[in-house]
């Protein structure tokens, strides 16, 4: 709020609301991070937000027409979470999240079909292997599994047994919340799920780690 009110505020004092993509430039360079970690990512896109709906309200229009409307070109892809672990489930996948992508589909509509079509085949999948249906805090499955590689799997078997190509049709979104399994301590990534299925503590160092997202 402290650089909303200072450091914002008197960087965007004056200038036209209507210039939405000057205003998102000139907050980017206020930064100067290449993760907002200068203003923050939260009251850097609700700066951003306000002026947009100022805008609108100036122009007596709401949001979404003043932002493109329905003459967008270039509409977000949805990433629906599908398998959750960490924090949000009571299982042993350690990564939080676990998402699908219809970077194919045609429309919000299309996308939520495909997206809808995957989930139901994921929970066939797991059906069939004996794995729990139950899902964690935020709808995905929650099933005990080994490791990040069988989830992923997983996703992919439910993406090709739904009729789409994995990498071509729809892509797999991750959100590790890494930071949950990180000990300070130890200067070390810890596995508490991996470690209690294969029975021996599992840990990664920062360099273990990136090595482990680029063979995931």
Known sequence: VKNVN????????????????LIDRTLLELDGTENKENLGANATLSASLACAK????????????????????????????????????A?????????IMPIA????????RICAEIYHNLKGIL???????GVGDEGGFAPDLPDAESVLELIVDAIKAAGYLPGED???????????????????YCFPGESRLKGQEITRTTEEMIQYFEHL
């Open 105 to 112: 589909s045609e429309s919000f509509a299309d996308a939520l």
């Open 54 to 89: 100022a805008a609108a309200n100036a122009m007596h229009m709401s949001l979404y027409q003043y932002i493109g409307g329905t003459g967008a070109h270039l509409m977000p892809v949805p990433m629906m979470n599908i398998l959750n672990g960490g924090k949000h489930a």
């Open 6 to 21: 200072e450091k914002i505020a008197s960087a965007l004092k004056g200038m036209n609301a209507l210039n939405q993509i």
């Open 127 to 133: 059906k069939a292997k004996g794995l729990s249906t």
């Open 170 to 188: 729809v892509w797999i979104a991750m959100d590790a919340a890494s930071s949950e399994l990180y000990d300070a301590e130890k200067n070390l």
């Open 91 to 99: 299982n042993t996948v350690d990564f939080q999240e676990f998402m």
